[in-house]
């Protein structure tokens, strides 16, 4: 049976595990991840795991019902801030400017902020309620989920390269000319 992303993230966070407890080295956590990450059936996954003794196996979705992402009770909320986090300090910076020119001129000008605030206010609401009705906090989430899992990896890169170099395995890495 195909596994789903799931399944392969499930699999990288018990190599992780491993790797934490001291049950695999970086060289063969690396390897095991690369191929767990390639990895396209329950059976390639399951081996990556056989030999650990503390491994928990690829959680196996039933046919036809996908994997559930993961519950984060906040994820509605950090989006609507997101969303909204520029319209709040912007408005009220306009609005004191209004004040305070209105001040120095002595009485209240035109409420000249209500175009900067109506106009862009009435664009959020909109992006808001699609947005929501869309699920577009899951799918914020997700991509930014994504986005940290790459710098991971990355982060996880350099370590074993950084590793491999200190064990002789592999040459220092040549400093990169800085342009003029």
Same mark, same amino acid.
């Given at each position: 049976m195909r596994a789903a992303d799931a399944d392969r993230q499930t699999v990288a966070d018990a190599l992780k595990s491993a790797l934490d407890e001291g049950r695999l080295d970086l060289h063969e956590y690396d390897e095991r991840l690369q191929q767990a990450y390639a990895a396209k059936t329950y059976g390639e996954l399951d081996t990556?795991?056989?030999?650990?003794?503390? %491994? !928990? #196996?690829?959680? +196996?979705v039933a046919a036809g019902v996908p994997a559930a992402p993961p519950v984060r009770d906040d994820v509605t909320r950090r989006w609507l801030l997101? !969303?909204?986090?520029?319209? !709040? *300090?912007? !408005?009220?910076?306009?609005m004191v400017i209004w004040v305070i020119s209105s001040l120095a001129a002595g009485d209240p000008l035109y409420f000249w902020p209500i175009w900067v605030a109506g106009p862009w206010g009435l664009v959020l609401i909109w992006q808001t309620v699609a947005g929501l009705s869309q699920g577009e906090p899951r799918k914020w989430q997700t991509k930014l989920d994504k986005a940290e899992q790459k710098k991971q990896? &990355? +982060?996880? +890169?350099?370590?074993? @390269?950084? @590793?491999?170099?200190? +064990?002789? @395995?592999? #040459?220092?890495? &040549? *400093?990169?000319? &800085?342009? %003029?």
């Open positions: 990556l795991l056989d030999d650990l003794p503390t %491994a !928990v #196996p690829a959680q +196996r997101h !969303v909204w986090s520029s319209y !709040v *300090p912007t !408005v009220a910076i306009t990896l &990355k +982060r996880q +890169r350099k370590a074993l @390269e950084a @590793e491999a170099i200190a +064990r002789g @395995e592999l #040459p220092p890495a &040549k *400093p990169k000319k &800085k342009s %003029a």
